[in-house]
């Protein structure tokens, strides 16, 4: 028996907002696909506001430095 894996969806709506020059932390979360999930941005895609990284495993954190 072959069975393919549920489809992949991101279960986080939206993101906290965050405030300047405060720390912030939020993590991701996906349900379905098949696997271990593994975040990354893509090249020209996408950017966070500087200060913030996004770790492998979902968490985006940081301090924000930079209004906009």
Same mark, same amino acid.
């Given at each position: 028996?072959?069975?393919?894996? *549920?489809?992949?969806?991101?279960?986080?709506?939206? %993101?906290?907002?965050?405030? %300047?020059?405060? #720390?912030?932390?939020?993590? @991701?979360?996906?349900?379905?696909?098949?696997?271990?999930?593994?975040?990354?941005?893509?090249?020209?895609?996408?950017? @966070?506001?500087? #200060? %913030?990284?996004? *770790?492998?495993?979902?968490?985006?954190?940081?301090?924000?430095?930079? *209004? #906009?």
């Amino acid at each position: 028996v072959v069975t393919s894996p *549920a489809n992949l969806q991101i279960t986080i709506a939206s %993101l906290p907002p965050g405030q %300047l020059f405060q #720390g912030y932390n939020t993590t @991701l979360s996906a349900t379905g696909g098949a696997g271990n999930y593994v975040w990354d941005l893509v090249s020209g895609q996408g950017f @966070l506001p500087n #200060g %913030l990284t996004i *770790a492998s495993n979902g968490t985006i954190l940081g301090t924000p430095n930079l *209004a #906009g």
